[in-house]
Every structure is written in C-alpha cells, then in structure tokens.
C-alpha cells in the first residue's frame, strides 16, 4: 500500500505542474475572451472536450468520475478567468 500511495504523491505533483500550466493559459485565454468581449463559457466546446477525453479511458467505468472531474476542472478554470477579467476590467476604470 505505501508503494501505491507515494506513487499517488508522484501523480500529484504531476497534476499541481499541470494546473500551473493550465490556469496559465487560462489567463491568456481570458484576456482573449475580453478583448473581443467572449463569454467565458463555451458549452458546446466543453462537451465535445468531455466527449473527446472520455474516449480516451480504457476502463469505461470511469466515464462518469472523469466526466465530474473534468467539469470540476472546467468550472475552476471559468472561476479564473472571471477573477482575471474583473482584474482587466478594473485596471480600465
């Protein structure tokens, strides 16, 4: 079990890398969208994303968690960039 678990530790300092890199480019995603005066959300995109990674898993008795996952993922990343678009709009006024 704790050969299982530190491999776990491992994973996670993988996904916080990831997640850097993500809300990175979130950011540089936001600022796009408030440019040209984008909505945030895009539901059709996320969907066909959702559809695209649940392809992927070879055991589709995960569908449903990395479908909670990935929305859990997906309302975290419009969070930021609300909170990045506020910071552009307010450094406007």
């Given at each position: 079990?704790?050969?299982?678990?530190?491999?776990?530790?491992?994973?996670?300092?993988?996904?916080?890398?990831?997640?850097?890199?993500?809300?990175?480019?979130?950011?540089?995603?936001?600022?796009q969208k408030y440019q040209h005066h984008e909505s945030i959300s895009n539901?059709?995109?996320?969907?066909?994303?959702?559809?695209?990674?649940?392809?992927?898993?070879?055991?589709?008795?995960?569908?449903?968690?990395?479908?909670?996952?990935?929305?859990?993922?997906?309302?975290?990343?419009?969070?930021?960039?609300?909170?990045?678009?506020?910071?552009?709009?307010?450094?406007?006024?």
């Open positions: 079990m704790k050969d299982a678990q530190q491999q776990m530790d491992e994973i996670d300092d993988q996904l916080v890398a990831l997640f850097k890199q993500r809300m990175s480019l979130a950011k540089e995603v936001a600022a539901r059709g995109r996320e969907a066909d994303e959702r559809v695209r990674l649940v392809k992927k898993l070879d055991d589709k008795q995960l569908a449903s968690f990395l479908v909670d996952w990935l929305r859990d993922t997906t309302l975290i990343t419009k969070q930021y960039q609300a909170h990045v678009i506020k910071d552009l709009q307010d450094a406007e006024n």
